[in-house]
């Protein structure tokens, strides 16, 4: 993985959203609203090249809150990483078919959750409240429209997740 000369003790706590250009402005605003709306900073940082999934977690890896997003404008990609998932495999992808608002936002929103703990959010009309909702049972059907992981890959998701909470807790 290529550093770009990154140092996280360079800055505040911060999600990184790593940009290879060129990236439409409007598609990290709607990333960042998604953020600001849960009340989490972010960091962008352009970068020469790197596929979306490299750069994603290279800023997790740099970021203090663990989570980064890699934004390519020659793949039209955009990835959600997590600092504990393995390079090839991230929690979100988007490709330019999925590049609308609601979507771009909500990946925002899900970068500040998972940064928080909070719950992920699945379904389009939640992205706009702030406050985290208690956990909802998802039917089989909308999980699998909403989300491209296998069970294996959920449960692996899931598992990290509360391993790194519980890791939190400890300390």
């Known amino acids: 993985m290529a550093n770009e ?10 999600v990184w959203i790593m940009v290879a250009e060129p990236v439409p402005e409007k598609n990290i605003e709607y990333i960042l609203w998604g953020l600001e709306e ?27 809150l663990n989570v980064g997003i ?3 404008g020659n793949e039209q990609a ?7 998932l393995p390079i090839e495999k991230p929690l979100f992808s988007l490709e330019a078919a999925d590049f609308q608002s609601a979507q771009l936002r909500r990946l925002g929103a899900n970068a500040a959750r998972l940064a928080k703990g909070n719950p992920l959010l699945f379904q389009d009309d939640h992205v706009h409240r702030v406050e985290p909702e208690p956990a909802v049972q998802l039917q ?8 491209k992981l296998s069970h294996e890959q ?5 598992s990290r997740i509360v391993t790194e909470l519980l890791d939190n807790v400890e300390q």
């Not at 955009?78 to 504990?84: E, G, W």
Request: glycine residues 10%; hydrophobic residues 35%.
């Open 5 to 14: 000369g990154f140092s996280p003790d360079d800055v505040r706590p911060a």
């Open 38 to 64: 849960e009340g989490i900073p972010a960091e962008i940082r352009e970068v020469r090249s790197g596929s979306a999934e490299v750069i994603a977690k290279q800023g997790a890896d740099s970021s203090h």
């Open 70 to 72: 890699g934004i390519d």
């Open 78 to 84: 955009v990835v959600l990483h997590h600092r504990d």
């Open 140 to 147: 089989q059907d909308q999980l699998e429209d909403s989300v």
């Open 154 to 158: 959920l449960g692996e998701l899931i």
